[in-house]
């Protein structure tokens, strides 16, 4: 079946400017998480939806940060004001449901700051 | 202290020997331990999970967990090339995120 998807692939944007990234899980996933990646480092946890609700946002830098998941399908990560320092890959990963541990990523979204 | 420490490597192996690959972490309370496959330029793909203390086999793979120690690892078996990536070892936090060493670089020359 359709694993997760993330669009766009890449985003080049200029400091000060208001991107939105999304994220489409697999079917039947209730869980969505949102990790962000920089080179060299292992993801970092950013947020957590369990059906329509952030369950967890407490990874989220600051309040330029914000995610929603209106249908409790797919997400969109929303930065605003970008900075430089946001450079970094985007990724998505689901799961069946909190309990189910095994998450699947997507294929991640390379956001460039200028 | 890091919450979940990795040699960064890179680890060179020989193809066709075994690759062992090892991971710390500091919340003793850990219960759900993975491991993640990345190449380069793409995103992480599950390999292995564990969640009791011994050996769990999966073809090539196998990772052992001894929770006493706090450690994880990884060995593959009769390497190959296209096992050449970074290996992300992950561990469940106690609001279901994942938290995640820096990685390994895993060579394999043929």
């Known amino acids: 079946g359709a694993g997760v998807s993330q669009t766009p692939s890449n985003k080049v944007t200029e400091k000060g400017k208001y991107v939105e990234l999304r994220c489409d899980p697999i079917s039947g996933h209730t869980a969505l998480y949102w990790y962000r990646q920089s080179l060299g480092q292992g993801p970092e946890f950013l947020i957590y939806?369990?059906?329509?609700?952030?369950?967890?946002d407490s990874g989220l830098p600051n309040d330029r940060f914000f995610a929603v998941r209106p249908e409790g399908s797919v997400s969109t990560l929303k930065i605003q004001r970008t900075e430089r320092g946001d450079s970094a890959v985007y990724l998505c990963a689901s799961s069946l449901g909190p309990s189910s541990y095994e998450q699947y990523f997507g294929p991640g979204t390379r956001l460039t700051v200028t | 202290q890091k919450e979940v420490e990795q040699n960064s490597g890179p680890l060179s192996v020989p193809e066709g020997a075994i690759a062992s690959l090892n991971c710390t972490y500091s919340d003793r309370g850990s219960q759900s331990f993975f491991w993640y496959r990345q190449y380069s330029g793409k995103s992480p793909e599950l390999i292995m999970s564990i969640y009791s203390n011994g050996d769990k086999e999966d073809g090539r793979f196998t990772a052992q967990l001894n929770k006493a120690s706090q450690y994880v690892s990884l060995l593959i078996r009769d390497s190959q090339p296209s096992d050449s990536a970074t290996y992300l070892c992950a561990v469940r936090g106690s609001n279901y995120q994942l938290i995640w060493g820096a990685g390994t670089k895993l060579i394999i020359k043929p």
């Open positions: 939806f369990q059906g329509t609700g952030a369950a967890d």
